[in-house]
């Protein structure tokens, strides 16, 4: 990973997070080098919390990368650069069970310091550790359109990840 990137710290964070997680969209991973998954995510969040920085992703239930973050201790939040908008594609209309998105041609695998896997591919990777998650209750929605987003009634499972370091590509 050192090769590749250097440690940052968040706030050192190049863009604006609303830009990067909203319009670039990122890439949620997790398992080891041996054994991961992802999927691309554009709703979530990046801040402060119990003193830490943390992320918050959102993955519905029949996400297959779910059960790869159930399984691991810590995943990876990947940004690309815009010419690299077809793999963010790819990984978030495909599910890795039907693709073995390991064999993502242009997707190189890189084991962190934690195990956690990021991507030379990527501009910068945040490597998180997972600290809580929760299910949606739709019983708590004060706004009726946020239902519509649930015709299936499969909510979000989010994940609270402390990140651990911020790693960005080296010029
Ligand atoms: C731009 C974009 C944003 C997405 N954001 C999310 C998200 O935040 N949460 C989620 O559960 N799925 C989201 N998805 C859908 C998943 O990426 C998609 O279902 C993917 O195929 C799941 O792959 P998997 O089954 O291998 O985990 C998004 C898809 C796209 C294209």
């Given at each position: 990973m050192e090769k590749l990137f250097k440690k940052i710290k968040p706030e050192q964070i190049n863009g604006n997070i609303f830009e990067l997680i909203g319009r670039e969209w990122m890439l949620i991973t997790a398992g080891n080098t041996d054994h991961y998954n992802m999927m691309t995510a554009s709703w979530g969040t990046a801040g402060v919390l119990w003193r830490k920085p943390v992320v918050m992703i959102f993955v519905r239930p029949?996400?297959?990368?779910r059960e790869f973050i159930e399984k691991s201790a810590y995943f990876s939040i990947s940004f690309f650069e815009e010419r690299q908008r077809d793999l963010l594609n790819l990984c978030g209309t495909t599910s890795g069970r039907d693709l073995n998105k390991m064999n993502i041609e242009g997707m190189t695998p890189v084991g962190m310091p934690t195990g956690a896997v990021g991507f030379a591919e990527a501009k910068l990777v945040l490597e998180c550790r997972k600290i809580y998650f929760d299910d949606i209750d739709p019983s708590f929605f004060q706004t009726f359109d946020i239902e519509k987003i649930y015709p299936n009634n499969d909510y979000h499972r989010f994940y609270i990840g402390e990140i651990i370091d911020c790693w960005e590509k080296k010029l």
């Amino acid at each position: 990973m050192e090769k590749l990137f250097k440690k940052i710290k968040p706030e050192q964070i190049n863009g604006n997070i609303f830009e990067l997680i909203g319009r670039e969209w990122m890439l949620i991973t997790a398992g080891n080098t041996d054994h991961y998954n992802m999927m691309t995510a554009s709703w979530g969040t990046a801040g402060v919390l119990w003193r830490k920085p943390v992320v918050m992703i959102f993955v519905r239930p029949q996400r297959y990368t779910r059960e790869f973050i159930e399984k691991s201790a810590y995943f990876s939040i990947s940004f690309f650069e815009e010419r690299q908008r077809d793999l963010l594609n790819l990984c978030g209309t495909t599910s890795g069970r039907d693709l073995n998105k390991m064999n993502i041609e242009g997707m190189t695998p890189v084991g962190m310091p934690t195990g956690a896997v990021g991507f030379a591919e990527a501009k910068l990777v945040l490597e998180c550790r997972k600290i809580y998650f929760d299910d949606i209750d739709p019983s708590f929605f004060q706004t009726f359109d946020i239902e519509k987003i649930y015709p299936n009634n499969d909510y979000h499972r989010f994940y609270i990840g402390e990140i651990i370091d911020c790693w960005e590509k080296k010029l």
